[in-house]
């Protein structure tokens, strides 16, 4: 009985063990399942703020926009056909809440066509509303020819301008061909089809049509500057060599209005059209570049290098280091 009874008193301690055993994990299994919990609330409470926060921020950014403001753009590096940046200038022109526009100007220059449409956005904005350009180190060719477009110019004494004309840039590979045993052969439907060509050397009959081309193009550019800064018979027969100037020269010729930054633009705004106390904002009015075209810019001189391969047209540029 004894015997029998202790078994019985061992069996029951056994059970009440493994049921507080059981307890145990399940109360521990809770524990860890609670703290999960707050684990995930906390990291989704972490991902509602910083949401709020970017969508406050966004919010903040865009109603600045919504009040009186000026605008500063920037114009820099290779000048082509962009149409992102033709329709964001466009959106400048229209927006009422845009009350002049200031236009950093830091290029070499570009394509002809490029120039071009860029002087006509700048030229419609001045329609509209004050712009004023600034230079920068350099703005030349079509660089300087879209500046031409703006109510007023500054730039700094020792900033490079000028450079008006154009020209056409061609290669030949014809004795480079047989060097290496490549024989080329063109067979074409006129003369002048596809002429200049890597593969076959410039004709005089070539060569005399796109001088014309270029003579042509180089005069429209030249009066375009004498129409825009008023300049007399002498001042544009000495810029139509194509010779680049200095701010402090340019200024003596009237190729701009004054040495000056940002801060002498403001004071112009303030003088001239009574614009004052208002936010400079900045307008983004291009991509953002590729990884692969910002690492090459940094080997050119903050030259696009992929702009710079792949220019199409006549071209308008002075870059002496490439």
């Not at 921020?57 to 920037?74: E, G, N, V």
């Amino acid at each position: 009985m004894i015997r029998v009874f202790g078994a019985q008193s061992c069996g029951q301690g056994n059970n009440f063990t493994s049921k507080i055993m059981g307890h145990g994990v399940i109360i521990n299994y809770m524990k860890k399942m609670s703290l999960n919990m707050l684990k995930n609330i906390r990291y989704k409470k972490t991902i509602l703020v910083v949401l709020a926060i970017f969508f406050f921020a966004m919010f903040i950014s865009d109603s600045k926009y919504k009040k009186p403001h000026i605008a500063k753009i920037a114009i820099d590096n290779i000048i082509t056909q962009d149409s992102f940046r033709y329709e964001k200038l466009e959106e400048l022109s229209k927006n009422k809440n845009t009350k002049a526009v200031i236009a950093l100007i830091n290029s070499p220059g570009g394509t002809v066509v490029g120039g071009e449409i860029l002087y006509k956005s700048i030229k419609n904005i001045a329609q509209q509303k004050p712009i004023v350009s600034v230079m920068g180190e350099v703005a030349t060719s079509a660089a300087y020819m879209a500046s031409l477009g703006s109510n007023y110019i500054f730039a700094q004494k020792g900033t490079i301008t000028g450079s008006v004309g154009v020209l056409v840039l061609t290669s030949e590979i014809t004795e480079l061909a047989k060097k290496i045993g490549i024989s080329t052969e063109v067979i074409k439907s006129g003369d002048l089809k596809a002429s200049p060509s890597p593969l076959e050397k410039m004709t005089p009959k070539a060569r005399e049509e796109m001088e014309k081309i270029v003579k042509e193009i180089s005069k429209n550019f030249i009066n375009l500057v004498k129409i825009e800064r008023k300049l007399d018979n002498n001042k544009t027969q000495l810029i139509s060599d194509g010779r680049i100037f200095t701010g402090q020269s340019a200024v003596q010729l009237g190729l701009i209005d004054s040495i000056g930054n940002i801060k002498e633009a403001k004071e112009y705004l303030k003088t001239e059209y009574n614009i004052t106390k208002l936010p400079l904002l900045d307008f983004q009015i291009r991509k953002k570049e590729k990884f692969i075209e910002r690492f090459l810019s940094y080997f050119t001189g903050n030259v696009n290098a992929n702009k710079f391969l792949n220019l199409r047209g006549l071209i308008s540029i002075w870059i002496p280091n490439i």
